[in-house]
């Protein structure tokens, strides 16, 4: 004589191992897969399913990625100021007072910037006359850039201008007067000469050091 389903006990036990939870035996009394009794059983045996437990802590950290050190930034800039007039045309001007040149790039006994980190530069420069005329010109290696004027006959005038340039190391920026020496004599000025990099972008390359690219100019008077 067979024993299925004379043991009630062992049938509810078998079923609170297949279904732990309350919510799966519905169902399956919906489906038919379990008789009524069974889940009533169940119930009177075990009683209700509890509130959930309190969650467990935190696993542990992962183990850390790859980090690389980046590198410190490069950076280069000056300010200078002349309150004197120009010195002879066509050669660099000499500035008498430094604004800022913690770097050391611009020579402030010769009045050039040299490039120690090639990338793109941001120059500018700014003119004040007072009863004169005044021309000045950007030059990079002997080249002119840009070129500003002037007039102000018996009043006020001004002029300034910039240029953002790749250089190479070793090339030479500076600002020099493009009037003539009896010109220079008349009259007072004040010039203010900046340049920053912007982007140490290029490396080195077949090119050399002497780049020809002038990204942009803008001059006013």
């Not at 169940?42 to 950290?61: E, I, K, T």
């Amino acid at each position: 004589m067979s024993n299925r389903g004379s043991n009630p006990l062992s049938q509810v036990c078998l079923f609170v191992y297949l279904a732990s939870k309350e919510s799966l035996m519905v169902k399956m009394i919906h489906k038919h897969l379990i008789p009524t009794w069974l889940f009533v059983c169940f119930v009177c045996l075990f009683g209700s399913l509890g509130a959930p437990g309190v969650p467990g802590p935190p696993g542990l950290n992962g183990i850390p990625g790859d980090i690389k050190n980046c590198p410190p930034r490069q950076m280069s800039a000056f300010a200078v100021k002349l309150t004197e007039p120009f010195p002879a045309p066509s050669q660099p001007i000499v500035f008498n007072e430094t604004l800022h040149n913690h770097q050391g790039h611009f020579n402030l006994t010769t009045g050039v910037f040299t490039c120690v980190i090639r990338g793109l530069y941001h120059f500018g420069y700014h003119v004040e006359t007072f009863q004169r005329a005044a021309s000045v010109g950007l030059m990079r290696n002997g080249t002119q850039v840009s070129q500003g004027e002037a007039e102000a006959e018996g009043g006020y005038g001004h002029l300034s201008g910039t240029a953002l340039l790749e250089l190479g190391q070793g090339d030479k920026v500076w600002l020099e007067s493009k009037r003539s020496q009896a010109e220079l004599e008349e009259g007072t000025i004040q010039t203010v000469f900046w340049g920053v990099l912007l982007h140490a972008k290029l490396p080195p390359s077949s090119r050399g050091s002497n780049f020809e690219d002038t990204i942009f100019l803008s001059g006013t008077l």
